[in-house]
């Protein structure tokens, strides 16, 4: 299989005003098309900061990253947004809906973004929505959502737009058990029906039983398990 997201040697510090940090220590990640990864580690330990970097959100201090065989390190900021718009889809702990919006409407936004038509994205949006059996909340807002099905919309709107990867920042943390098993095993089936990887960055250890590989991030370098 292709890789669809790759980063290479990537190194970052951050000077707290007492001492230099070095939370990265050229580290090489390679997600292949389709493929689900967890990335593991105490609090503190740089996942997030990981992510941030593969999505073109914050600056490597060294390393490259490679996002559909374009290199988004050396690509200017209209580009990387473009890219990011394009190839990549994002999932957050607390799902950051735009809570003015109905669950159809937060579903559709990355493609009105990307410029195309109400009638294509609404249709695109109701199509995934009734996916992922949501159909009749489709026009309720986030606050009228459970959590579980608050992260469930924010799948759908990661995914709308045929990225080839998803990055997710502690998707199931918010969640009870029972709720983050059914987001879990919808990033699974979602996975594998439209062909997305993803990479999920968790606390959780059952995640690991909805990936197809672990690794973990310690003291700057990541390490993969087993």
């Known amino acids: 299989m292709n890789d ?6 990537l190194t970052k510090t951050f000077d707290d005003g007492r001492r230099n940090l070095q939370v990265l220590e050229g580290v090489d990640l390679a997600i292949a098309a389709g493929e689900r990864v967890c990335v593991f580690g105490r609090s503190g330990s740089g996942k997030s900061t990981l992510l941030h ?10 390393g490259e990253v490679w996002v559909d065989g374009t290199n988004l390190t050396e690509s ?9 718009n394009r190839a990549l889809g994002f999932v957050y ?6 809570p003015e919006f109905t669950a159809l409407e937060n579903v559709a ?5 990307r410029g ?10 109701t199509h995934l929505l009734h996916e992922i059996e949501l159909d009749e ?3 309720h807002l986030p606050k009228q959502l459970s959590g579980g099905e608050r992260l469930r919309v924010a799948v759908a709107r990661a995914v709308v737009g045929d990225p080839k990867v998803v990055l997710a920042d502690e998707p199931t943390g918010s969640l009870d058990s029972e709720s983050a098993s059914r987001v ?5 089936s979602i996975g594998e029906r439209h062909g997305t990887a993803f990479v999920i960055v968790s606390h959780d250890e059952g995640s690991s039983a909805f990936a197809h590989r672990t690794v973990r991030l310690s003291e700057g370098h990541l390490v993969t398990d087993g």
């Open 76 to 84: 200017a900021p209209k580009e990387r947004a473009t890219l990011r």
């Open 184 to 188: 879990m095993e919808l990033i699974e």
């Open 53 to 62: 970097i593969l999505a073109g959100l914050l600056d490597t201090d060294a």
């Open 93 to 98: 702990q607390f799902h950051h809906l735009l």
């Open 109 to 113: 936004m990355p493609l009105l973004i």
């Open 137 to 139: 909340r489709m026009d």
């Open 116 to 125: 195309d038509s109400t009638k294509d994205a609404t249709f695109k949006a």
């Open 4 to 9: 669809v997201l790759v980063g290479k040697g």
